[in-house]
């Protein structure tokens, strides 16, 4: 089954996905739009199209895991695993230090593996970068970051002169088209989401 970008741009809407007003982005960022893949927890159905859309994007890529991005990532990267068959991996944000084996890195690996680490969307490169670093101190390899939207801000260049290569389910503007076509969006939402992310984009 193919998924495509009009698919998916349509049910995020009709979930409550996409919101308009004045946001503060974890980057400091003000966002007159703010996008909440963490809701599709609650939407099973539409949470494993969204993995079998990661999944035509894995498709093309040389891995042996996957790795989430926490919190958000986590059912997102779930789902990609459950469609694609690969297994996964994610970073604690915290230590685990009274109980248990502490260690940064929940599920099994081998040190060399090629890993894809997944992500909701994409601001800026920072929340990546962060998670890759514990993943190649302990002798994984990460490449390949993918993500379902990227918000055309920056985050592949910054990501690009790191080394790791950007792919994405689907690019902001191109939702905001055919949310605008679908007429899901009036012509001034339209307007000053592009305004925005043209002003801000890198």
């Given amino acids: 089954m193919n998924i495509t970008k009009k698919q998916i741009s349509l049910m995020l809407v009709k979930i409550g996905c996409l919101k308009f007003g ?7 960022m003000k966002s007159p ?3 909440d893949l963490r809701i599709l927890v609650s939407f099973p159905r539409q949470l494993q199209v969204i993995g079998q859309a990661y999944a035509q994007v894995l498709q093309n890529l040389e891995y042996d895991r996957l790795a989430a991005v926490p919190y958000a990532a986590l059912p997102l990267c779930c789902a990609a695993s459950l469609a694609t068959g690969k297994p996964w991996i994610y970073t604690r944000k915290e230590a685990k230090t009274d109980h248990g084996i502490a260690k940064p890195v929940e599920g099994l690996f081998k040190k060399g593996e090629k890993i894809v680490l997944i992500d909701d969307l994409v601001t800026n490169g ?8 514990p993943l190649e101190h302990i002798g994984l390899i990460v490449k390949d970051i993918v993500v ?13 002169e790191k080394g790791y290569q950007l792919h994405s389910v689907l690019k902001f503007t191109q939702m905001l088209e055919i949310l605008k ?13 592009i305004e925005f992310l043209h002003k801000t984009g890198k």
């Avoid at 004045?22 to 400091?28: A, D, Q, R, W």
């Avoid at 920072?126 to 670093?133: A, M, Q, R, T």
């Avoid at 076509?181 to 989401?193: G, P, V």
């Fill in 22 to 28: 004045n946001f503060t982005l974890k980057s400091g």
């Fill in 33 to 35: 739009v703010y996008i």
């Fill in 126 to 133: 920072l929340s990546k970068l962060e998670v890759i670093k």
């Fill in 148 to 160: 379902l939207i990227d918000r055309e801000q920056g985050g592949e260049a910054e990501l690009k």
């Fill in 181 to 193: 076509s679908e007429q899901k969006i009036d012509d001034d939402k339209y307007q000053q989401t």
